[in-house]
């Protein structure tokens, strides 16, 4: 069920309904009932691996902490800690990378061994790895296990974030899941509003450029002479489709009463490619840095290697070398985690080695700027970063969007040598054809403005939203419906698109 549908619509507003009229201590089965008929509407054989995800973790992190009130041994509850995550990622493993693992094979040693045939199940990535943080947040003794194995697996389940997140931490959003909520005007309000921006987004602002993104990239020999505009497009559409799915989800889950994390945070007013990853896809980054960044960064092998960094390059980049090697292994993975492929390794090791040449850098990147008297702080220094910073995070999504590895190279060759910015008026713009183009790319420019507008008075510290509550309820209505009808005349009269994130 796309979250782009009316169906979808029709059964949000029937969960939510049903929610507030429940008995107050039912309302989180309700929850969970909803988020087991949403998964079973994609289809019903995908059940089995969100059943074993949820079983799997909650057994173990029970077992986990029977075991640490018996007085164990630590090393016997460190054995069943990593036999529990390789059970749970091990089946991530196995659906999402069994293909590319048999499919390198047979490339590399000239064989013909078959992969097999396994559902790639909605929302794996997303799950899995929900569960896997839970699972060693009770082995750190952050949180104490859920002994209702139903109310865990509405945690797992959870509806809105399901398919594209937010990562969800078991701190900050389990007890919202299973604590009672009184309807609530203002809930209802703040989600509306966010549902309805994070749609205008999408279907106006990233489904209009995602049209020119797909044709061009779908014919790559008739539009050589637009890669670059190929390359802008496709940043235009991904970043108005994943802040615009945040922005609906994270709607959804306040017309429950709910807060989930917030997930996207204007990245392209990033100063650095760190600061970047601090903003995009947050939950993911803080996934990566509480999981693998920091058990990595001070396992014992990771301390030996560090003093042996120390005695090869000096103390000072003896003690950056490890974090950079951190931040690759970290990048890397979420690489493979956006999908099994040469290009999402190449997209990984491109972020990991920008990050980690910075961190290497960083001590000269500091003496430069004392020579040349700059401070940083400057005004046009940081308008220079986010500059700097909008062209590395654009040049990355070469691989992103294409099919290939080879094909991104391919894209980043024909845009340094063609240049015919005519061809895209040969692209055709939905149901009006080629004769819509400018009507398009004036709808696509409009709206960037609106939101990059929106970001700025953002970022420095106005709060629209609240802003926007507190008008009258007239005026706020009249907002929405202004909103609705702007969605209704210049969103994309192409075929629907379902958010680009569903897909991992």
Not at 210 to 226: E, K, M, P, S, T
Not at 479 to 498: D, E, N, Q
Request: aromatic content about 18%; glycine content about 8%.
């Amino acid at each position: 069920m796309s979250l782009v549908s009316n169906t979808f619509v029709l059964f949000v507003m029937a969960a939510v309904v049903l929610y507030y009229l429940a008995p107050q201590k039912l309302q989180w089965v309700v929850l969970l009932v909803f988020s087991y008929l949403y998964y079973l509407s994609g289809n019903a054989e995908y059940v089995i691996f969100i059943l074993f995800s949820t079983v799997v973790t909650y057994a173990f992190a029970v077992i986990i902490e029977r075991m640490r009130k018996k007085e164990m041994p630590a090393a016997r509850i460190r054995q069943v800690l990593i036999l529990g995550i390789l059970l749970n990622l091990g089946m991530l493993g196995t659906v999402k990378y069994t293909g590319f693992f048999v499919e390198n094979i047979n490339l590399l040693f000239q064989m013909d061994l078959k992969g097999l045939e396994i559902l790639f199940p909605l929302g794996i990535s997303f799950f899995t790895f929900q569960s896997t943080g839970y699972l060693l947040d009770v082995y750190w003794k952050k949180i104490e296990a859920e002994h209702n194995i139903f109310k865990y697996a509405l945690f797992v389940s959870f509806f809105p974030q399901l398919l594209q997140g937010p990562i969800g931490r078991y701190e900050r959003l389990g007890h919202q899941l299973y604590e009672p909520h009184h309807f609530s005007i203002h809930n209802l309000s703040f989600g509306l509003q966010r549902i309805i921006w994070g749609f205008a987004k999408k279907m106006i602002i990233a489904d209009w450029a995602g049209v020119f993104a797909d044709a061009i990239w779908g014919d790559l020999d008739r539009y050589n002479g637009i890669a670059l505009f190929g390359l802008i497009f496709y940043g235009i559409q991904l970043y108005a489709d994943f802040s615009g799915a945040m922005d609906v989800v994270i709607g959804i889950g306040n017309l429950f009463g709910i807060q989930m994390d917030e997930n996207f945070r204007r990245p392209y007013f990033a100063t650095s490619m760190a600061d970047f990853w601090k903003r995009w896809h947050i939950t993911l980054g803080e996934w990566m840095m509480n999981y693998v960044f920091y058990p990595v960064s001070l396992s014992r092998w990771m301390m030996k290697f560090s003093k042996w960094s120390k005695k090869k390059f000096g103390r000072k980049t003896g003690r950056t070398v490890p974090i950079a090697l951190a931040d690759l292994i970290v990048f890397f993975l979420v690489g493979i985690w956006h999908g099994a492929s040469w290009k999402y390794v190449m997209y990984g090791l491109l972020n990991g080695g920008i990050i980690a040449f910075s961190e290497l850098m960083g001590g000269n990147y500091r003496k430069w700027r004392a020579v040349l008297h700059i401070k940083g702080d400057e005004a046009w220094y940081h308008v220079f970063a986010v500059v700097r910073t909008f062209i590395l995070v654009n040049l990355r999504w070469f691989f992103d969007r294409s099919d290939t590895l080879s094909q991104g190279f391919y894209m980043i060759r024909q845009a340094v040598t063609h240049f015919a910015p005519s061809q895209i008026l040969e692209i055709s713009a939905g149901s009006g054809g080629t004769a819509f183009v400018p009507w398009a790319l004036l709808i696509i420019a409009v709206g960037c403005a609106v939101m990059v507008t929106v970001g700025a008075f953002q970022e420095k510290g106005y709060h629209i939203r609240e802003i926007l509550a507190r008008l009258p309820l007239s005026v706020t209505v009249c907002i929405y419906l202004l909103l609705l009808v702007l969605i209704g005349m210049f969103g994309s009269t192409a075929a629907p698109r379902g958010f680009i994130y569903a897909q991992f």
